[in-house]
């Protein structure tokens, strides 16, 4: 499970934001305004996806990892799975 | 696509109108809002126009309007808000009005001056009432300490007169002669009075007794309308030089002085006379306040209403001076610029007030090619209209060009929002957008500019405080602190035997212990599903990932936004045929900033998602600079991946050829176009004659100039476009800058300032706590939000009109400013 976990919210994410630029901007009704919902539908759901995405990707690989003090690591091993 | 995009189409109208509906059909045109009018006489100074009389009338309207809402609000008198008529204004109002406000003016200044009057003798004879009563009291002492003596002149003072006094005489010694006594009474303001009173002793030496008592009751000066403290004194003196010198000194101390009559008698008919009086002038005083009052009313039910006349016959005056006047007096001729959507409506707009109005013809609408470039307008609603007006803050759009505020509706909040990210104020900020768009109606009354500023960006605000919520949770920053929704991905057990290095004795012995991702099952291969890992949170190296993270995020979206201008830059020339531009110019621009940046993004995006190991991983920033000075390392480690090393040759290479592709090839093929026409002219008339060629010569000599310019605009274009990539890709950084720092404030007012009271175990506690959290409540709202925000806000802005609209952005037009009497109203 935990090895899928990258492919679960990629896929989800993904998803999410390809429905929101892609998917929605075909039913906003016909009207003054729809050449400006749709830019800002499309852009929103491009900029949003590629901060996640650069987040998301940041953090595939460390090349290094996080340095604790005693005290978080002792409570960490007890608590954190 | 609607006109937001771009400026809509606007067309050149010429108007004809009979110059008696001119009145109607103008103010028409105002209430609808849609044209505005060209000047046909440019050449005419202000004074030189036709209807300058009339402007200046109607300032002159205004001048009495604004006094009369003067006094209005000094006496407390609620102007109601009135209805707009709407009725057009026309000349007769105009003489209607006139006489109506110079009548009121002439009442008003009368009542003024004679309310000034009767209030100064009010105040004499309120003084001369207290001299009197005070002489009493003076009298009544004098007696005890001076000699008694029946003295023929009639100032002095008849002791003998009063009964009282005749008991009295015989207790008195009286060792020398009669005595000349007499006195001066007046009033003089209490902080001059010990001045006074200091020269009188130089000047007499004592030979004179003063005595002097305030007067209670507080007395207003009719020239500062502020109350003073006056005293009441009076001087008794031997002699007339003397008496003439205190006068003189009175006079030069503002004293006023009043008669006081020596018998009590006459100075008890004295006093009843000055109470008459004083009520009489009480009744008088009443009444006159009452009377300005009703007038004052009366003015105010209609002000609003002659204020709105006024203002929308000026505007009609003011352009009416615009047009064309014609020679017969009987047409007037004007130019207007509408947008063609609009055109209909203009004319049955027109055919409307000249039905109203009375005239036999309607005026007649002429559309008209023209050579000058249209203002440019675009139309906005109330969401829009903010975004409009930062684009519009920086330069107008060109006619016609491409508009950036649609793009910058969700470009502008999300960079805001990059910069500021913390889901917790971003919630706030939310919360107070909403706020003030709920409540809308009550806060556009409010006049204060600052207000005003912050109503006006309200739907801003929200979009800023939305985006911001979403780059908090990616950041995981709430109030600095993190959420962990779905589970870290770091295991500390993993490090521990037998699978890591780690023994409960390497726990005692060091502080900090790093967790290392070689050791398997520490990293569970799977990075936390949305944003960043809860555990950096409570890293002491939290900053090392974070810096490193931010400024490659920075970075990407930096280039991602500059090709996204460049690319506005292709839609322009589409939009204005302008191909030859595509190959000139946009292609050489695209290739230089992908081939150097693009692959810098690559580099980045390659290196993040390639399993390394850390000590063998390359620097981006020493690849990119080795990349650019043609150094390489033999070494096979130094490379991200196999075949880097000709890839970048080739990359450099390419970005190279570029510059004098940009530089050249535009005034290259602009001087062959010139030179083929210049030609071309000189063989199509050689027969012209010799006079000819002069004409020619000069034009060729004015091409060669030209041809300079352009060989120089284009090489300051080259310049600024290729060194603009590199700093304009650091200045993005700005993105990482800004939001390191906000981090780091709200860390510090948790760790210094809530966390203090959070970690108190006593009972006391609970106190210390809501004080510190209403400490740490204004500082996060002063410092983070209000500090904070104005500081992306400002950084959002320059990124948009510097680094992103220098792509592709002229900005040179002007705005669209149509007459419209409800935009002239609200300014009012």
């Known amino acids: ?81 | 696509m609607g006109s937001f995009f771009r400026s809509e189409e606007m067309s050149l109208v010429q108007l004809f109108f009979q110059t008696e509906s001119a009145h109607y059909c103008i103010s028409e045109l105002g209430n609808l809002g849609l044209v505005q009018f060209k000047d046909l006489n440019p050449d005419t100074s202000a004074f030189q126009r036709r209807f300058v009389n009339e402007v200046r009338k109607c300032e002159d309207m205004e001048r009495i309007l604004r006094l009369l809402e003067k006094e209005m609000l000094k006496s407390d008198i609620t102007i109601a808000n009135g209805t707009d008529s709407d009725r057009v204004p026309c000349p007769r109002d105009v003489f209607e009005l006139e006489s109506t406000f110079e009548k009121l003016e002439q009442e008003l200044k009368e009542i003024n001056s004679n309310r000034e009057t009767l209030k100064r003798n009010f105040s004499e004879l309120r003084e001369i009432r207290y001299l009197l009563q005070m002489a009493e009291d003076f009298f009544e002492q004098a007696e005890c300490q001076l000699s008694v003596s029946e003295l023929p002149s009639e100032d002095s003072i008849t002791l003998t007169s009063s009964s009282r006094m005749v008991r009295r005489t015989s207790s008195i010694a009286s060792t020398t002669g009669p005595l000349k006594l007499g006195f001066v009474t007046g009033v003089i303001q209490q902080e001059r009075f010990l001045s006074f009173e200091k020269i009188l002793w130089r000047l007499f030496h004592g030979n004179f007794i003063l005595r002097h008592a305030e007067i209670q009751t507080l007395e207003e000066d009719d020239s500062t309308e502020k109350s003073v403290k006056k005293v009441v004194f009076i001087i008794f003196i031997q002699g007339d030089h003397v008496r003439r010198k205190i006068r003189k000194i009175c006079e030069g101390f503002h004293a006023s002085l009043y008669p006081c009559p020596n018998s009590p008698g006459a100075r008890k008919d004295m006093r009843t006379n000055v109470s008459t009086r004083i009520s009489d002038l009480t009744m008088i005083l009443k009444k006159t306040e009452e009377y300005r009052l009703n007038v004052l009313t009366s003015a105010a039910a209609h002000i609003r209403r002659w204020n709105a006349k006024v203002t929308k016959m000026k505007a009609v005056y003011y352009t009416l001076n615009l047009c064309n006047i014609d020679i017969t007096q009987k047409l007037i001729v004007a130019e207007i610029w509408c947008p063609v959507p609009d055109l209909g409506m203009v004319q049955t707009a027109l055919v409307k007030a000249s039905e109203h109005s009375g005239c036999s013809l309607s005026p007649v609408m002429n559309r008209i090619p023209t050579n000058h470039t249209p203002p440019t307008f675009n139309r906005t609603n109330i969401f829009t209209t903010g975004f409009q007006s930062i684009i519009d803050a920086y330069g107008v759009a060109d006619y016609q060009e491409i508009n950036p505020a649609p793009y910058t509706i969700v470009t502008f909040p999300f960079l805001f929002a990059v910069m500021f990210g913390d889901c917790g104020h971003g919630l706030l900020m939310t919360l107070l957008a909403a706020w003030i768009i709920h409540h809308e109606e009550h806060f556009c009354q409010l006049k204060s500019e600052l207000i005003d500023v912050l109503v006006g960006g309200r739907y801003i605000v929200l979009l800023m405080g939305l985006f911001s919520i979403y780059t908090g949770l990616i950041y995981n920053d709430c109030f600095s602190k993190s959420l962990n929704v779905f589970g870290s991905s770091w295991s500390v057990r993993a490090m521990f035997q037998p699978q890591g290095p780690w023994t409960n004795e390497t726990l005692h012995g060091s502080t900090h212990l790093q967790l290392d991702p070689a050791v398997s099952g520490v990293f569970s291969g799977s990075p936390y599903a949305f944003g960043i890992d809860p555990i950096w949170n409570i890293a002491s190296n939290k900053l090392t990932f974070l810096n490193s993270f931010k400024m490659k995020m920075s970075v990407i979206i930096g280039v991602i936004h500059m090709l996204f201008g460049v690319t506005l830059s292709l839609v322009n020339y589409f939009n204005f045929r302008n191909f030859k531009n595509i190959f000139l110019q946009f292609v050489p621009e695209v290739v230089f900033m992908l081939s150097l940046f693009g692959y810098l993004v690559v580099l980045i995006l390659y290196k993040w998602c390639v399993a390394l190991q850390s000590d063998m991983a390359p620097s981006i920033l020493l690849l990119f600079i080795n990349m650019m000075l043609f150094t390489y390392e033999d070494s096979q480690e130094a490379m991200l991946f196999s075949c880097q090393k000709p890839v970048q040759i080739f990359l450099v290479v390419v970005a190279l050829l570029m510059v004098p592709w940009l530089l050249l090839a535009k005034p290259l093929l602009m001087y062959r176009n010139h030179k083929n026409q210049v030609f071309g002219n000189r063989r199509h008339n050689q027969s012209g004659g010799p006079d000819m060629d002069t004409d020619f010569a000069a034009e060729h000599k004015g091409d060669m100039v030209s041809m300079t310019d352009v060989f120089v605009y284009q090489a300051i274009h080259t310049i600024e476009f290729c060194l603009g990539c590199i700093s304009n890709t650091a200045s993005y950084l700005r993105l990482w800058a800004l939001s390191l720092a906000h981090a780091e404030l709200s860390e510090v007012l948790w760790k210094m300032v809530l966390h203090v009271a959070l970690g108190v175990t006593s009972g006391k506690g609970s106190v210390l706590l809501a004080v510190i959290f209403a400490v740490f409540a204004s500082l996060t709202v002063a410092i983070l939000l209000v500090m904070e925000g104005l500081s992306a806000f400002l950084h959002a802005l320059r990124l948009h009109w510097v680094e992103f609209q220098n792509k592709f952005y002229k900005g040179s037009g002007y705005k669209f400013t149509p007459l419209c009497f409800d935009s002239l109203m609200r300014v009012q």
């Open chain 1, 1 to 81: 499970m935990a090895e899928h976990t990258f492919a679960i919210s990629m896929a989800v994410v993904t998803l999410f934001w390809g429905f929101v630029g892609g998917v929605v901007p075909w039913f906003i009704p016909k009207g003054p305004n729809r050449g400006v919902i749709v830019t800002m539908l499309v852009l929103t759901a491009v900029s949003c996806y590629l901060f996640w995405l650069i987040a998301i990707l940041a953090q595939l690989n460390p090349l290094f990892g996080p340095a604790l003090s005693n005290d978080t690591i002792w409570y960490l091993s007890q608590h954190w799975s």
